[in-house]
């Protein structure tokens, strides 16, 4: 795919010579590379006859070479971060650029319910997801533990290998069951966004709300979703395989990273200026958390996109300019989440709920497209 590129960026990318020199290979094997879409190309800005190849995939095809060579040192760093790589149609990240199903996901954000993400990621016809769990349940705990417990005590009615019509179903009811447990609230039929802002009493969050569901409903194969994938390559029922899923979530570098970015909002509020939070947390040696990700260099484009439609509340919108001066890194879906749950004043850990609530609905079509390859994820043990 090409792109343009900044004259500052040219340290990104390299020459067909260079890059074959450094490769080890002819011309012609790069370009094999190329078309195989393991190395990213894109036209030279001063040259129009000639093109430039990504230095970071280069330098991973090499690194992935050097493995290879060795199946024991391979073996042994096969669930380093970024591995193992599992096929996938469900979400990609490619380029600054997540989609789901090869479709942009920023896009469907603008308009998209999350019915029709499930509708789109299960391939299947959803049925209404809100309403399908009626009665409200203990509102004590975080919303991981609710929605966990609310599984917990669906399990007797959980039956592994549905299809059809009727895995659609049982899907959207856990959906349901998730949401309302998450929310600590009885939800009103409708889409599933207005359910939860009526149940909040926030009804005007609720297209904010339907825009944060649409951008958390997948992620590629991240911690949770990898849980969820391996549960259901053992047979375990979807019901089995969204409580792993829940429990990943939940932890501290993973979903809960909202409540540490929620923190972080209201201890900055309580010292009353943004750069003095900075400045405070980097001198005390503190992280400060939900900022930059792995996979987006350039910044994440569903933080991006969410502060965008949602601007945050002016001091919150300064004390995240103050980090990404500083830190020199963006803002990640996290912080976004808890700017929102700042700017309408909803309820404690909402940030986490539509977390779990959203992401639901990839782990769903996850389990289904691992239920349907039949094979088992099970890594051996390297002795320590």
Known sequence: MSVIIETAELGQWMSAADASLLLGVRPASLYAYVSRGLIRTTEHPDDPRARLY????????????????????????????????????????ADGRLAYRGQDAIALADTATLEDIAALLWSLPVPDIANTEP??????GSPIDRAAAALVAALPLSVPGERGARLAGRAARLVGLIATAATGASLEPGPLHWAIARAWKAETAAD?????????????????TFAVRVTASTGASLTHALIAGLMTLAGPIHGGATQRAASFFAEAERIGDAETAVQGRLTRGEPIPAFGHRLYPKGDPRARALLAAVPPTAFDASLIAAVERVLGVASSIDIALA??????????DSALALFAIGRSVGWIAHAMEQAETGQLIRPRAAAG
């Not at 070479?65 to 073996?75: F, N």
């Open 135 to 140: 009665e409200a349940r203990d509102s004590a």
């Open 208 to 224: 904010a709300i339907r825009r944060a569901l649409v951008l958390v409903a997948d992620h590629e194969l991240n911690a949770s």
């Open 54 to 93: 990504a230095r970071a995939d280069i330098e991973a095809l090499i690194e992935r070479k050097r493995r290879q060579a060795r199946p024991a040192a391979a073996a042994a760093t096969a669930l380093d971060w970024g591995m193992p790589i599992l096929s996938t149609r469900i979400s990609s990240i």
């Open 339 to 348: 700017a929102l749950e700042r700017r309408f004043a909803l309820p404690r």
